[in-house]
């Protein structure tokens, strides 16, 4: 590409001009995302291995345990419809699991990250605007 076909208006890619100088805390954000990820990692398989763990619990007994899913609790009902009813009170509870890890956990550290990009991306701006 040579350098006339390239727009005016913008750096051209092979030069080092207006090129932003990184914030001297950016290795911090580095650290950031990744205890973001770990803590969205784990609140994934926080929430999924709870209704996952559940239901393949569910499976497995009624693949090897048949008699036991027979066998009555309360009132006649057996283990195996019991176990089944459960499993949407698992399910709601592995979908509250993840809301309050990421309230607790995943939320607060994003926002903090995010400020720390406003604040960069705003003295970036004052820094160009210095510079012209």
Do not use: C, N
Not at 80 to 101: D, K
Not at 106 to 117: C, M, T, Y
């Amino acid at each position: 590409m040579s350098h006339d076909s390239f727009p005016p208006d913008l750096p051209h890619p092979h030069t080092h001009a207006h090129r932003p100088h990184p914030h001297p805390s950016a290795p911090a954000r580095h650290s950031d995302l990744r205890t973001l990820r770990g803590a969205y990692r784990w609140q994934r398989r926080v929430a999924t291995l709870t209704a996952l763990g559940y239901f393949v619990l569910f499976l497995v007994l009624s693949a090897f345990a048949p008699s036991l899913m027979e066998d009555e609790v309360a009132g006649g009902l057996p283990l195996g419809l019991l176990l089944a009813l459960l499993q949407l009170p698992v399910t709601l509870l592995a979908v509250a699991l993840y809301e309050r890890t990421a309230r607790r956990h995943v939320d607060p550290l994003a926002d903090r990250i995010r400020k720390l990009a406003e604040l960069d991306a705003r003295r970036g701006a004052r820094q160009e605007g210095t510079a012209r």
